[in-house]
């Protein structure tokens, strides 16, 4: 059975930093890509930003480039997103994602094998 679940997701204020974990179990990030997706409204995610399986590429949106960062630690099979200079525009519930295909899943932001079941993240003076 395959799970994503993420945590780190919490409270800022404007220009502040959280760090999101998706721990992953049932699948191996040697053979999965993990994306990073966020609510853009009711009924659309938009991806954020994207780590290959096997040689560990990145894939960032433009709308956070300079300010996510993604990473990955095989051992722990958690993927990470470092979210700085946070802006009260990023609030909204985060959700991480795998697929077996980096194209469909990271190039695509396609609709991917599984979903975890997401992290509220509140930007706010």
């Known amino acids: 059975q395959v799970q994503l679940v993420e945590s780190g997701g919490g409270s800022v204020q404007p220009g502040g930093s959280l760090t999101l974990s998706c721990a992953a179990s049932?699948?191996?990030?040697?053979?999965?890509?993990i994306a990073w997706f966020r609510q853009a409204s009711e009924m659309v995610r938009e991806g954020v930003s994207c780590?290959?399986?096997?040689?560990?590429?990145?894939f960032i949106h433009d709308s956070v480039k300079g300010r996510f960062t993604i990473s990955k630690d095989n051992a722990k099979n958690t993927v990470y997103l470092q979210m700085n200079n946070l802006k009260p525009e990023d609030t909204t519930s985060y959700y991480c994602?795998?697929?077996?295909?980096?194209?469909?899943?990271?190039?695509?932001?396609?609709?991917?094998?599984?979903w975890g079941q997401g992290t509220q993240v509140t930007v706010s003076s």
């Open positions: 994602a795998a697929d077996r295909s980096v194209f469909r899943l990271c190039e695509l932001w396609s609709s991917p094998d599984y």
């Open positions: 049932g699948i191996s990030l040697d053979d999965y890509a």
């Open positions: 780590i290959s399986g096997s040689d560990g590429r990145t």
